[in-house]
């Protein structure tokens, strides 16, 4: 009953500090610093320890817990992001499971994707962390101190797209421009502009030549605001067939 007065009560004291971005009920923000103006925040959407600007939409039954979106980002139903970050611009779809991961700007990341999920030694006598984790199971433990790292931080570069029920293992880099294909378990850093896929990620291919690689990597047009991005719209709506499409970008 405690528990569930605490709750409404929170939920009220959340329309009334964020009505205005509120669309449905079950809505709760706490200890968080939400600025600028555009956000939508949908049916129980739980909001804590955490640093939002403008231009965001949580849809129903997410959770976002010690973690930072930079703006103009969208966050599926049913996701949990902890004490991770997601840059301008970048999305998630549905059902993801984000933890400790940085996220770069322009990323387009697909349902049902996994990232920080922890990991389990293979070379100890036991995968089981009753004997290697504090934590161990169902709050049961043999170890008084950590003795293996489970969980390490991942990083996406910024214009990387990641299909659907993409799992990346722990403390893996994305590099800038790359693409992870659909079902793909990710256990190697990927390099610029790859494509990779399969069971384990292996590169398919690049998306460009090298030197069309070297010129997008030099410009980091990512980090451009809104002014000049609009200026070269044209670049961005048509293909790079070689590097003479860029001659006039600067």
Known sequence: MKKTIGRWIRIFITYLKYGKF??????????????GTGHELYKNVIITKSTMNENVIINKRSIIQGSTLYGFNKVGCNCSMVDSVIGKFSYVADDAQINLTKIGKFC??????????GSHPANFMSS???????T?????????????????????????WIGSNVVLIDGIKISDG?????????????????IVGGVPA??????????IIEKL?????WDNDLSWLTKHIKYFQQPIDNISNLKDID
């Open 178 to 194: 790359a693409i992870i294909g659909a079902g793909s378990v990710v256990t190697k850093d990927v390099p610029p502009y790859a």
């Open 108 to 117: 387009s990341i697909g349902p049902n994707f996994k990232a920080g999920l």
């Open 202 to 211: 292996k590169i398919i291919k690049y998306r460009h030549n090298p030197e």
């Open 22 to 35: 509120v669309k449905e009920t079950g809505v709760i923000i706490k200890e968080s610093k939400i600025t």
């Open 136 to 160: 161990g199971i169902a709050n049961f433990s043999l170890a008084r101190k950590a003795f293996f790292e489970e969980y390490k931080k991942s990083e996406i570069g910024n214009d990387v």
């Open 217 to 221: 990597l030099s410009l980091k047009w």
């Open 128 to 134: 089981s962390p009753l004997f290697y984790s504090p």
